[in-house]
């Protein structure tokens, strides 16, 4: 069964760095594209970026929000992806999920995991 | 903010049928089939029900259907039960390589 786990959610300034993790367990980690989701508080859903799997090359794409602050990267051997956000600004507050690929290439968010809370405050 | 609209909210009464529509443009959901639908309840993980435009998940109820049309994706909800009440949102790869939401749409069963 496919699990995913988001942690390293925090309160931060602005400014300042964070790496949330997300440990998946049950799949080939490097098998399957694995995305960031994120949600503001009382707003929608909005995509970060994502890593794809290892048989589409591995590469890595952003919104235009976070591009050039954040970072993803994967360690297949612990089964974690990272989420690396730098120069942290208050509008990246949210609840932040980890999610995976339903099926290969269906690049469709068919697994979550609960979330990881970021504030970033002053 | 997002490249897609969705209505606001949407209602129905038990029962009946609701369709949910996405409207985005030529590079992004009029693109490709790369739309997908997730619905949402407050407080737990958004789950998906539709992806590459009409095709539903196992496990997700045949109540769901998606369909697009030019640069319009939609999902309708047949025979609205209590339990279909969220937040429903669209999603759609785009020619950039990225992947955008709609603002999502608040469905309220009567």
């Known amino acids: 069964e496919v699990h995913l786990v988001e942690s390293g959610g925090g309160f931060v300034q602005p400014g300042r760095s964070l790496t949330l993790s997300c440990t998946g367990s049950?799949?080939?980690?490097?098998?399957?594209?694995l995305s960031w989701v994120r949600q503001a508080p009382g707003k929608g859903l909005e995509w970060v970026g994502l890593?794809?799997?290892?048989?589409?090359?591995?590469?890595?794409d952003y919104a235009a929000s976070v591009k050039g602050r954040f970072t993803i990267s994967r360690d297949v051997s612990k089964n974690i992806a990272y989420l690396q956000m730098n120069n942290l600004q208050t509008e990246d507050t949210a609840l932040y999920y980890c999610t995976r690929d339903f099926q290969k290439d269906s690049f469709a968010w068919g697994y979550w995991g609960q979330g990881t809370p970021v504030t970033v405050s002053s | 903010q997002s490249a897609l609209t969705q209505a606001a909210s949407v209602s129905g009464s038990p029962g009946r049928s609701i369709t949910i529509s996405c409207t985005g443009a030529s590079n992004d959901v009029g693109n490709d089939n790369l739309v997908s639908w997730y619905q949402h309840h407050p407080g737990r993980a958004p789950k998906l029900i539709i992806y590459?435009?009409?095709k539903r998940p196992s496990g997700v109820s045949n109540r769901f259907s998606g369909s697009k049309s030019g640069n319009t994706a939609s999902v309708t909800i047949s025979g609205l039960q209590a339990e279909d009440e969220a937040d429903y949102y669209c999603?759609?790869?785009?020619?950039?390589?990225?992947?955008?939401f709609g603002p999502g749409t608040k469905v309220t069963v009567l």
């Open positions: 049950g799949f080939t980690f490097d098998g399957d594209t």
């Open positions: 890593i794809k799997s290892k048989a589409n090359g591995g590469t890595k």
């Open positions: 999603c759609s790869f785009t020619t950039s390589g990225t992947f955008v």
């Open positions: 590459e435009v009409s």
